[in-house]
T-cell receptor, first 113, second 111 residues
Framework: KAGVTQTPRYLIKTRGQQVTLSCSPI?????VSWYQQTPGQGLQFLFE???????NKGNFPGRFSGRQFSNSRSEMNVSTLELGDSALYLC????????????FGQGTRLTVV | DAKTTQPPSMDCAEGRAANLPCNHS???????VYWYRQIHSQGPQYIIH???NNETNEMASLIITEDRKSSTLILPHATLRDTAVYYC????????????FGGGTRVLVKP
């Protein structure tokens, strides 16, 4: 069974640009969550999508957005990049069920210069 | 979700048991206790979870106090590969899969 796949693994962008990150969950998992990890703030929840609908949202500005497709693959977009957006972005997929654990991908390392 | 409190760091001798405490004094009746760990620069890895009863799997044991206000993760025979940051999280699964990570405990297993 393939794990959670995130692409690309590394990305360098310039301030003001936008970026799109992709996450393919484990087959059969309908919940995809996104997290940002920085040295200063640690791991912070961005949002969760379930069956193409945003189910939970963290405390991030509107520049951060996401979507989920019918095959459960998810993308997140960050517009008007700032230096502070440099981080490891992690995606997690979770099976439908009352106690399903989350499986994380290896992350996308975004550097904004 | 209830907040958790963990010691920031601890050392453990290789081959010995590592006992990682977590305080979650405001936990509600429908919140599960989950443990994850993150090895440097990798995605977090699920370890174990429980609601009321003690749990054991191939990786670890989870001991939850009777009042559920605290728990202990036990790594029975720590190896160097267990060096990681360990996170204790409480979660209402019915509300979705929003994991709230605190600072975690940085565990260093020493030879």
């Amino acid at each position: 069974k393939a794990g959670v796949t995130q692409t690309p693994r590394y990305l360098i962008k310039t301030r003001g640009q936008q970026v799109t990150l992709s996450c393919s969950p484990i087959s059969g998992h309908r919940s995809v969550s996104w997290y940002q990890q920085t040295p200063g703030q640690g791991l912070q929840f961005l949002f969760e999508y379930f069956s193409e609908t945003q189910r939970n949202k963290g405390n991030f500005p509107g520049r951060f957005s996401g979507r989920q497709f019918s095959n459960s693959r998810s993308e997140m977009n960050v517009s008007t990049l700032e230096l502070g957006d440099s981080a490891l972005y992690l995606c997690a997929s979770t099976s439908t069920g009352s106690e399903g654990e989350a499986f994380f991908g290896q992350g996308t390392r975004l550097t904004v210069v | 979700d209830a907040k958790t409190t963990q010691p920031p760091s601890m050392d453990c001798a290789e081959g010995r048991a590592a006992n990682l405490p977590c305080n979650h004094s405001t936990i509600s009746g429908n919140e599960y206790v989950y443990w994850y760990r993150q090895i440097h620069s990798q995605g977090p890895q699920y370890i174990i979870h429980g609601l009321k009863n003690n749990e054991t799997n191939e990786m670890a044991s989870l001991i939850i106090t009777e009042d559920r206000k605290s728990s202990t993760l036990i790594l029975p025979h720590a190896t160097l590969r267990d060096t990681a940051v360990y996170y204790c999280i409480v979660l209402i699964k019915a509300a979705g899969n929003k994991l709230t990570f605190g600072g975690g405990t940085r565990v260093l297993v020493k030879p």
